[in-house]
Protein backbone atom coordinates (compact mmCIF):
# COMPACT_ATOMS: atom_id res chain seq x y z
CA UNK A 1 0.00 0.00 0.00
CA UNK A 2 1.26 3.16 -0.35
CA UNK A 3 1.98 5.67 2.55
CA UNK A 4 0.53 7.60 3.91
CA UNK A 5 -3.53 6.94 3.63
CA UNK A 6 -6.01 9.46 2.74
CA UNK A 7 -6.04 11.10 6.25
CA UNK A 8 -2.27 11.33 6.06
CA UNK A 9 -1.28 7.88 8.13
CA UNK A 10 1.85 5.80 8.31
CA UNK A 11 0.03 2.81 10.09
CA UNK A 12 -0.69 3.82 13.34
CA UNK A 13 1.58 7.05 13.10
CA UNK A 14 1.23 10.97 11.71
CA UNK A 15 -2.56 12.31 11.14
CA UNK A 16 -3.53 15.73 12.23
CA UNK A 17 -3.81 16.21 15.48
CA UNK A 18 -4.62 19.69 15.58
CA UNK A 19 -7.15 22.40 16.25
CA UNK A 20 -10.12 22.88 14.09
CA UNK A 21 -9.39 26.12 12.83
CA UNK A 22 -6.04 25.10 11.33
CA UNK A 23 -7.77 21.49 9.20
CA UNK A 24 -9.01 23.63 6.57
CA UNK A 25 -5.59 24.86 6.04
CA UNK A 26 -3.65 21.74 6.25
CA UNK A 27 -6.51 20.53 3.50
CA UNK A 28 -5.91 23.45 1.20
CA UNK A 29 -2.44 22.53 1.09
CA UNK A 30 -2.74 18.78 0.73
CA UNK A 31 -5.06 19.71 -2.17
CA UNK A 32 -2.30 22.04 -3.49
CA UNK A 33 0.47 20.28 -3.34
CA UNK A 34 -0.97 16.86 -5.00
CA UNK A 35 -1.99 19.89 -7.93
CA UNK A 36 1.51 20.85 -7.96
CA UNK A 37 3.22 17.12 -7.65
CA UNK A 38 1.26 16.08 -10.43
CA UNK A 39 1.97 19.44 -12.46
CA UNK A 40 5.24 18.81 -15.09
CA UNK A 41 5.64 22.77 -15.00
CA UNK A 42 6.01 22.29 -10.90
CA UNK A 43 8.18 19.71 -11.65
CA UNK A 44 10.87 21.70 -14.09
CA UNK A 45 10.71 24.26 -12.33
CA UNK A 46 11.45 22.52 -9.47
CA UNK A 47 14.21 20.82 -11.19
CA UNK A 48 15.71 24.45 -12.19
CA UNK A 49 16.33 25.56 -9.01
CA UNK A 50 17.70 22.21 -7.52
CA UNK A 51 19.99 22.10 -10.34
CA UNK A 52 20.96 25.98 -11.26
CA UNK A 53 20.70 27.20 -7.67
CA UNK A 54 21.51 24.99 -5.18
CA UNK A 55 23.88 22.63 -7.51
CA UNK A 56 22.43 19.48 -8.01
CA UNK A 57 22.97 16.90 -8.74
CA UNK A 58 25.36 16.28 -5.89
CA UNK A 59 28.26 13.93 -6.66
CA UNK A 60 28.51 9.96 -5.47
CA UNK A 61 31.56 9.99 -3.78
CA UNK A 62 33.58 6.84 -2.81
CA UNK A 63 35.77 7.26 -0.03
CA UNK A 64 38.36 5.18 -0.65
CA UNK A 65 40.76 5.79 2.33
CA UNK A 66 37.94 5.75 4.85
CA UNK A 67 36.96 2.23 3.34
CA UNK A 68 40.26 0.94 3.82
CA UNK A 69 40.07 1.65 7.47
CA UNK A 70 36.61 0.05 7.59
CA UNK A 71 38.41 -3.08 5.99
CA UNK A 72 35.00 -4.85 5.36
CA UNK A 73 32.70 -1.81 4.05
CA UNK A 74 32.85 -0.25 0.64
CA UNK A 75 31.46 3.26 1.79
CA UNK A 76 30.16 5.61 -0.89
CA UNK A 77 29.12 9.73 0.29
CA UNK A 78 26.44 11.09 -0.73
CA UNK A 79 27.97 14.32 -1.06
CA UNK A 80 24.67 16.73 0.18
CA UNK A 81 27.10 18.70 2.16
CA UNK A 82 28.25 20.56 -1.35
CA UNK A 83 24.49 22.02 -2.06
CA UNK A 84 24.26 26.03 -1.60
CA UNK A 85 23.61 26.30 2.19
CA UNK A 86 26.05 23.56 3.09
CA UNK A 87 23.16 20.91 4.10
CA UNK A 88 20.16 19.11 2.30
CA UNK A 89 17.81 21.59 3.83
CA UNK A 90 17.26 23.44 0.87
CA UNK A 91 15.70 20.72 -1.53
CA UNK A 92 12.80 21.01 0.78
CA UNK A 93 12.81 24.84 1.24
CA UNK A 94 12.94 25.32 -2.68
CA UNK A 95 10.12 22.74 -3.10
CA UNK A 96 7.80 24.53 -0.23
CA UNK A 97 8.46 27.79 -1.85
CA UNK A 98 7.33 27.08 -4.84
CA UNK A 99 4.25 25.80 -3.79
CA UNK A 100 3.66 28.69 -1.37
CA UNK A 101 4.11 31.43 -4.70
CA UNK A 102 1.69 29.08 -6.34
CA UNK A 103 -0.70 29.49 -3.60
CA UNK A 104 -0.23 33.26 -3.93
CA UNK A 105 1.32 33.25 -0.33
CA UNK A 106 3.34 36.85 0.59
CA UNK A 107 4.47 35.83 3.65
CA UNK A 108 6.83 33.17 5.02
CA UNK A 109 6.65 31.88 8.54
CA UNK A 110 9.11 29.04 9.40
CA UNK A 111 10.70 27.52 13.03
CA UNK A 112 14.00 26.93 13.85
CA UNK A 113 16.35 25.23 16.41
CA UNK A 114 20.01 25.32 15.41
CA UNK A 115 18.76 27.90 12.70
CA UNK A 116 20.13 26.06 9.81
CA UNK A 117 16.03 25.26 8.77
CA UNK A 118 16.17 29.19 9.46
CA UNK A 119 18.83 30.08 7.32
CA UNK A 120 17.21 27.84 4.00
CA UNK A 121 14.08 29.62 4.47
CA UNK A 122 15.95 32.46 4.34
CA UNK A 123 17.93 31.73 1.69
CA UNK A 124 14.73 30.87 -0.30
CA UNK A 125 12.41 34.04 0.31
CA UNK A 126 15.47 36.03 -0.49
CA UNK A 127 15.41 34.55 -3.63
CA UNK A 128 11.98 35.06 -4.66
CA UNK A 129 11.49 38.57 -2.67
CA UNK A 130 9.45 37.24 0.11
CA UNK A 131 9.11 38.49 3.65
CA UNK A 132 10.39 35.93 5.88
CA UNK A 133 9.35 35.06 9.79
CA UNK A 134 11.73 33.21 11.62
CA UNK A 135 10.78 31.64 15.23
CA UNK A 136 13.53 30.57 17.19
CA UNK A 137 13.81 29.84 21.17
CA UNK A 138 15.67 32.63 22.89
CA UNK A 139 18.09 30.17 24.18
CA UNK A 140 19.00 28.93 20.81
CA UNK A 141 19.12 32.52 19.31
CA UNK A 142 22.01 33.28 22.26
CA UNK A 143 23.46 29.86 21.51
CA UNK A 144 23.74 30.12 17.40
CA UNK A 145 24.12 33.89 16.88
CA UNK A 146 25.86 33.64 13.95
CA UNK A 147 22.81 31.88 11.72
CA UNK A 148 20.83 34.77 13.13
CA UNK A 149 23.56 37.33 11.81
CA UNK A 150 22.86 35.17 8.08
CA UNK A 151 19.29 35.31 8.11
CA UNK A 152 18.96 39.00 9.07
CA UNK A 153 21.25 39.65 6.21
CA UNK A 154 19.01 37.84 3.88
CA UNK A 155 16.19 40.21 4.92
CA UNK A 156 14.20 37.60 7.66
CA UNK A 157 13.16 38.87 10.65
CA UNK A 158 14.02 36.97 13.50
CA UNK A 159 11.34 36.14 16.27
CA UNK A 160 12.82 35.06 19.71
CA UNK A 161 10.88 33.00 21.76
CA UNK A 162 10.39 33.69 25.36
CA UNK A 163 8.05 30.43 26.54
CA UNK A 164 8.81 27.03 27.52
CA UNK A 165 12.34 25.77 27.51
CA UNK A 166 13.15 28.40 24.72
CA UNK A 167 14.09 25.90 21.93
CA UNK A 168 12.86 24.17 19.22
CA UNK A 169 9.69 22.95 20.35
CA UNK A 170 8.46 26.12 21.52
CA UNK A 171 9.72 27.86 18.02
CA UNK A 172 7.43 25.48 16.52
CA UNK A 173 4.44 26.42 18.93
CA UNK A 174 4.54 29.80 18.56
CA UNK A 175 4.78 29.33 14.51
CA UNK A 176 1.96 27.47 14.64
CA UNK A 177 -0.20 30.01 16.41
CA UNK A 178 0.76 32.98 14.10
CA UNK A 179 -0.58 30.97 11.33
CA UNK A 180 -3.65 30.21 12.86
CA UNK A 181 -3.94 34.10 13.50
CA UNK A 182 -2.51 35.17 9.79
CA UNK A 183 -4.09 32.68 7.49
CA UNK A 184 -4.94 34.19 4.65
CA UNK A 185 -1.16 35.41 3.09
CA UNK A 186 1.27 33.25 5.52
CA UNK A 187 2.52 30.34 4.77
CA UNK A 188 3.86 27.93 7.29
CA UNK A 189 7.44 26.12 5.98
CA UNK A 190 7.87 22.93 8.15
CA UNK A 191 11.82 21.90 8.13
CA UNK A 192 11.52 17.92 8.27
CA UNK A 193 9.02 15.35 7.86
CA UNK A 194 7.32 16.03 10.95
CA UNK A 195 4.16 18.17 11.43
CA UNK A 196 0.58 17.10 10.51
CA UNK A 197 -0.39 15.62 7.17
CA UNK A 198 0.25 16.33 4.34
CA UNK A 199 3.85 17.45 5.99
CA UNK A 200 5.74 14.61 6.27
CA UNK A 201 4.57 13.25 3.11
CA UNK A 202 5.33 16.76 1.03
CA UNK A 203 8.87 16.97 2.49
CA UNK A 204 9.43 13.29 2.15
CA UNK A 205 8.62 13.83 -1.67
CA UNK A 206 10.35 16.67 -1.74
CA UNK A 207 13.80 15.37 -0.16
CA UNK A 208 13.62 11.66 -2.17
CA UNK A 209 15.67 13.34 -4.96
CA UNK A 210 18.66 12.36 -3.04
CA UNK A 211 18.04 8.94 -2.62
CA UNK A 212 16.61 8.98 -6.67
CA UNK A 213 20.07 10.48 -7.66
CA UNK A 214 22.41 7.77 -5.36
CA UNK A 215 20.18 4.83 -6.81
CA UNK A 216 20.82 5.58 -10.47
CA UNK A 217 24.31 6.73 -9.13
CA UNK A 218 25.36 3.62 -7.39
CA UNK A 219 23.49 1.57 -10.00
CA UNK A 220 26.32 3.08 -12.94
CA UNK A 221 29.01 2.61 -10.41
CA UNK A 222 28.23 -0.78 -8.90
CA UNK A 223 25.77 -2.22 -11.39
CA UNK A 224 23.86 -3.56 -8.51
CA UNK A 225 22.16 -2.42 -5.71
CA UNK A 226 24.28 -1.01 -2.42
CA UNK A 227 23.36 -3.30 0.57
CA UNK A 228 23.12 -0.79 3.14
CA UNK A 229 21.82 2.63 3.70
CA UNK A 230 23.44 4.79 6.43
CA UNK A 231 21.61 8.28 8.17
CA UNK A 232 21.41 10.49 10.69
CA UNK A 233 17.61 10.68 11.69
CA UNK A 234 17.07 14.60 13.59
CA UNK A 235 13.35 14.76 12.53
CA UNK A 236 14.32 12.81 9.61
CA UNK A 237 14.27 14.52 6.12
CA UNK A 238 17.24 13.67 4.97
CA UNK A 239 17.30 10.28 5.49
CA UNK A 240 13.77 9.45 4.70
CA UNK A 241 15.49 11.30 1.58
CA UNK A 242 18.12 8.43 1.00
CA UNK A 243 15.88 5.56 2.33
CA UNK A 244 12.30 6.34 0.30
CA UNK A 245 13.15 5.50 -3.07
CA UNK A 246 14.91 2.26 -1.85
CA UNK A 247 12.13 1.17 0.83
CA UNK A 248 10.89 -1.42 -1.70
CA UNK A 249 14.21 -3.29 -2.20
CA UNK A 250 13.82 -6.19 0.42
CA UNK A 251 17.95 -6.58 0.09
CA UNK A 252 18.79 -3.13 0.68
CA UNK A 253 19.33 -3.04 4.60
CA UNK A 254 17.93 0.73 5.65
CA UNK A 255 19.85 1.90 9.29
CA UNK A 256 19.12 5.59 10.86
CA UNK A 257 20.98 6.81 13.57
CA UNK A 258 19.44 8.90 15.98
CA UNK A 259 21.61 10.95 18.21
CA UNK A 260 22.50 9.05 22.05
CA UNK A 261 23.85 12.16 23.64
CA UNK A 262 25.40 11.25 26.68
CA UNK A 263 23.75 7.64 26.09
CA UNK A 264 20.13 5.80 25.90
CA UNK A 265 20.20 5.47 29.47
CA UNK A 266 21.58 8.76 30.43
CA UNK A 267 18.11 10.89 30.25
CA UNK A 268 20.34 13.09 28.40
CA UNK A 269 19.94 12.39 24.38
CA UNK A 270 17.56 12.54 21.60
CA UNK A 271 16.57 8.74 20.45
CA UNK A 272 12.76 9.12 20.20
CA UNK A 273 13.01 5.89 18.04
CA UNK A 274 15.18 3.80 19.98
CA UNK A 275 14.50 4.95 23.77
CA UNK A 276 10.76 6.67 23.53
CA UNK A 277 7.16 5.85 23.33
CA UNK A 278 4.18 6.58 20.89
CA UNK A 279 3.05 10.14 21.72
CA UNK A 280 1.62 12.92 20.02
CA UNK A 281 3.29 16.32 19.09
CA UNK A 282 3.31 19.76 16.55
CA UNK A 283 0.47 17.61 14.98
CA UNK A 284 1.38 14.29 13.87
CA UNK A 285 1.47 10.54 16.13
CA UNK A 286 4.76 9.52 16.37
CA UNK A 287 7.73 8.03 18.47
CA UNK A 288 8.18 10.64 21.22
CA UNK A 289 10.66 11.20 24.39
CA UNK A 290 7.83 11.83 27.14
CA UNK A 291 7.68 10.84 30.83
CA UNK A 292 5.26 9.05 32.24
CA UNK A 293 2.47 11.79 32.17
CA UNK A 294 3.15 12.11 29.07
CA UNK A 295 5.03 15.66 29.19
CA UNK A 296 7.58 15.91 26.44
CA UNK A 297 11.41 16.05 27.58
CA UNK A 298 13.68 18.28 27.11
CA UNK A 299 16.29 16.91 23.67
CA UNK A 300 19.57 16.70 23.95
CA UNK A 301 22.30 16.15 21.56
CA UNK A 302 25.79 17.71 20.71
CA UNK A 303 24.45 17.69 17.40
CA UNK A 304 22.23 20.99 17.33
CA UNK A 305 20.00 19.49 14.36
CA UNK A 306 19.14 16.42 16.00
CA UNK A 307 18.05 17.86 19.34
CA UNK A 308 14.44 17.49 18.89
CA UNK A 309 12.40 15.10 20.98
CA UNK A 310 9.72 13.66 18.32
CA UNK A 311 10.72 12.17 15.00
CA UNK A 312 9.28 12.18 11.70
CA UNK A 313 5.85 9.80 11.62
CA UNK A 314 7.08 7.29 8.90
CA UNK A 315 10.55 6.81 10.27
CA UNK A 316 8.32 5.17 13.81
CA UNK A 317 6.51 3.42 11.11
CA UNK A 318 9.58 2.07 9.09
CA UNK A 319 10.86 0.64 12.49
CA UNK A 320 7.26 -0.89 13.55
CA UNK A 321 7.48 -2.88 10.15
CA UNK A 322 11.16 -3.93 9.93
CA UNK A 323 11.73 -1.91 6.73
CA UNK A 324 14.39 0.18 8.69
CA UNK A 325 16.69 -0.43 11.68
CA UNK A 326 17.42 2.57 13.78
CA UNK A 327 20.58 2.71 16.39
CA UNK A 328 21.98 5.42 18.76
CA UNK A 329 25.52 7.30 18.57
CA UNK A 330 26.83 9.33 21.30
CA UNK A 331 28.16 12.79 21.23
CA UNK A 332 31.72 11.17 21.91
CA UNK A 333 31.48 8.60 19.02
CA UNK A 334 30.26 11.43 17.09
CA UNK A 335 32.88 13.48 17.44
CA UNK A 336 35.60 10.63 17.03
CA UNK A 337 34.04 9.93 13.65
CA UNK A 338 33.95 13.43 12.83
CA UNK A 339 37.52 13.61 13.38
CA UNK A 340 38.09 10.15 11.65
CA UNK A 341 36.37 11.72 8.27
CA UNK A 342 38.41 15.06 8.47
CA UNK A 343 41.65 12.83 8.53
CA UNK A 344 41.24 10.26 6.21
CA UNK A 345 39.42 12.26 3.06
CA UNK A 346 39.51 15.16 4.04
CA UNK A 347 36.21 15.87 4.26
CA UNK A 348 34.99 18.02 7.85
CA UNK A 349 31.19 16.48 8.06
CA UNK A 350 28.16 18.52 10.18
CA UNK A 351 28.25 17.15 13.61
CA UNK A 352 24.83 15.64 12.89
CA UNK A 353 26.25 13.34 9.53
CA UNK A 354 28.99 12.28 11.95
CA UNK A 355 27.01 10.16 13.94
CA UNK A 356 25.84 8.54 10.68
CA UNK A 357 29.77 7.98 9.93
CA UNK A 358 30.13 6.93 13.70
CA UNK A 359 27.66 3.87 12.96
CA UNK A 360 30.10 2.64 10.11
CA UNK A 361 33.05 0.90 12.43
CA UNK A 362 30.05 -1.03 14.28
CA UNK A 363 28.59 -2.13 11.00
CA UNK A 364 31.91 -2.99 9.31
CA UNK A 365 32.96 -5.51 12.85
CA UNK A 366 29.06 -7.14 11.68
CA UNK A 367 28.86 -7.99 8.17
CA UNK A 368 30.23 -10.87 6.71
CA UNK A 369 32.58 -10.47 3.48
CA UNK A 370 33.00 -7.42 1.86
CA UNK A 371 29.30 -4.74 1.58
CA UNK A 372 28.50 -1.66 -0.06
CA UNK A 373 27.41 1.14 1.54
CA UNK A 374 25.54 4.82 0.70
CA UNK A 375 25.97 6.96 4.06
CA UNK A 376 23.65 10.31 3.20
CA UNK A 377 26.57 12.71 4.28
CA UNK A 378 23.64 15.61 4.88
CA UNK A 379 25.99 18.79 5.76
CA UNK A 380 29.65 20.22 6.01
CA UNK A 381 31.08 21.22 9.45
CA UNK A 382 31.70 24.57 9.28
CA UNK A 383 29.26 25.28 11.50
CA UNK A 384 30.28 22.93 13.78
CA UNK A 385 33.97 24.71 14.44
CA UNK A 386 32.67 26.22 18.16
CA UNK A 387 31.20 23.76 19.65
CA UNK A 388 34.25 21.45 18.16
CA UNK A 389 36.84 23.94 19.67
CA UNK A 390 34.96 23.84 22.26
CA UNK A 391 34.77 20.29 23.15
CA UNK A 392 38.26 19.44 21.97
CA UNK A 393 39.77 22.48 23.60
CA UNK A 394 41.51 23.97 20.88
C1 LIG B 1 19.01 19.78 10.23
C2 LIG B 1 20.07 18.83 9.88
C3 LIG B 1 19.92 17.44 10.10
C4 LIG B 1 18.73 16.84 10.79
O1 LIG B 1 17.50 16.99 10.12
P1 LIG B 1 16.79 15.79 9.41
O2 LIG B 1 15.43 16.30 9.12
O3 LIG B 1 16.79 14.62 10.34
O4 LIG B 1 17.56 15.48 8.17
C5 LIG B 1 20.93 16.58 9.70
N1 LIG B 1 22.07 17.05 9.14
C6 LIG B 1 22.25 18.37 8.91
C7 LIG B 1 23.52 18.82 8.29
C8 LIG B 1 21.27 19.30 9.28
O5 LIG B 1 21.48 20.61 9.07
Redesign the pocket.
Known sequence: MRMPDVNGHFGEFGGRYVPETLMALLLDLEKDFSLCWKDPSFRKEFRFYLEEYAGRPTRLYYAERLSRQLKTLKVYLKRE?LLHT????VNNTLGQILVARRMGKKRIIAETG?G??GVATATVCALFGLKCVVYMGSEDVKRQALNVVRMKLMGADVVPVESGSKTLKDAMNEAIRDWVTNVRDTYYLI???AGPHPYPYMVREFQSVIGIEARKQFLQKEKKLPDYLVA????????MGLFYPFHQDKKVHIIGVEAAGHGLHSGAHSAAITAGSPGVLHGCKSALLQDENGQVSIAHSV?A??DYPGV?PEHAYFNDTGIAEYVGVTDVEAIEALKVLSRTEGIIP?L??AHAIAYLPKLARKVKGKKTVILCL??RGDKDMGTISEVLGA
Open positions: DGAHKAQHGTVCVGGGSNAAGLGAESSG
